[in-house]
């Protein structure tokens, strides 16, 4: 029987997935994969919780997106994308990573609307490798 208030439950999972889960927990030193999987749902959850906020709420924080440098014309699609969501952002910093590789952290504040559709669009982008959110609704 689980300890009281914990439910024991059967996930299926890609082995690499769960290749990848094992060295990272066995490299932070954390005991058992449930602890590993407790802390990944967590993050998760913390990541996307905004979204569930009405479309009206306010959300403040940062969007930071990874990509590949001149693919797709992205520079300028990002820029003109800003320009639209002119009421959503307070400031942009872009860092060269590499001659390859740019990060750009965008400073919003706005309706959960505006910004699903901020992330949207940016997901769309070939170039982009990775979107990562820290919204917290206002
Ligand atoms: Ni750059």
């Not at 005991?31 to 749902?41: D, G, L, N, P, V």
């Not at 569930?52 to 930071?64: H, I, Y």
């Not at 992205?74 to 590499?98: A, G």
């Amino acid at each position: 029987m689980p300890p009281e208030g914990v439910v024991r439950t059967g996930i299926s999972l890609p082995k690499k997935l769960l290749d990848r889960l094992d060295e990272l927990r066995q490299s932070l030193g954390i005991e058992s994969r449930s602890k590993a999987i407790q802390e990944a749902i967590n993050t998760f959850i913390s990541e996307k919780i905004w979204l569930l906020g009405k479309e009206e709420a306010v959300v403040a924080g940062s969007v930071t997106i990874f990509y590949t440098h001149g693919k797709g014309d992205v520079e300028r699609k990002l820029v003109e994308l800003q320009h639209f969501f002119l009421d959503l952002i307070r400031s942009t910093t872009h860092v060269h990573v590499t001659e390859e590789k740019c990060m750009e952290v965008i400073l919003v504040v706005g309706s959960v609307k505006k910004l699903r559709d901020l992330v949207s669009y940016i997901e769309t982008l070939k170039a982009v490798e990775e979107v990562r959110t820290s919204l917290h609704i206002v």
